[in-house]
């Protein structure tokens, strides 16, 4: 069974930055395209963003473009998102996931493995 745990979670002010750092233990990490969702409070979890198997294709949620960048390392099987100039509207918890199959980012029925979420609270 795959785990993923993220870390780097927090309260910080508006306009500061934050980084989130997914683990696995997917043994075939760089096998997986790795995507960062989040569920703000009281609505429905929704994409930020993904980066493929290679590193070389990323994907934003246009509410997160230009602040939000995504990164892998394959060799540590570690993924990580830098989150610059937040805002309220950021808070959320925070999820990691895998995608075996090639296909659209952004759908959270392509991904066939879950953290449990880390908590971003951004206050004004």
């Known amino acids: 069974q795959v785990q993923l745990v993220e870390s780097g979670g927090g309260l910080v002010q508006a306009g500061s930055s934050l980084t989130l750092s997914c683990s696995t233990s997917?043994?075939?990490?760089?096998?997986?395209?790795l995507g960062w969702f989040r569920r703000p409070p009281g609505k429905e979890r929704e994409f930020v963003a993904a980066?493929?198997?290679?590193?070389?294709?990323?994907k934003y949620a246009d509410s997160v473009k230009g602040r939000f960048t995504i990164y892998r390392d394959n060799a540590k099987n570690t993924g990580s998102l830098q989150m610059n100039s937040l805002q309220p509207d950021d808070t959320a918890v925070y999820y990691c996931?895998?995608?075996?199959?090639?296909?659209?980012?952004?759908?959270?029925?392509?991904?066939?493995?879950w953290g449990q979420g880390t908590q971003v609270t951004v206050s004004s």
């Open positions: 997917a043994r075939t990490f760089s096998s997986y395209a």
């Open positions: 980066i493929s198997w290679s590193g070389d294709t990323t």
């Open positions: 996931a895998l995608m075996m199959v090639s296909g659209d980012f952004a759908p959270q029925y392509g991904y066939q493995y």
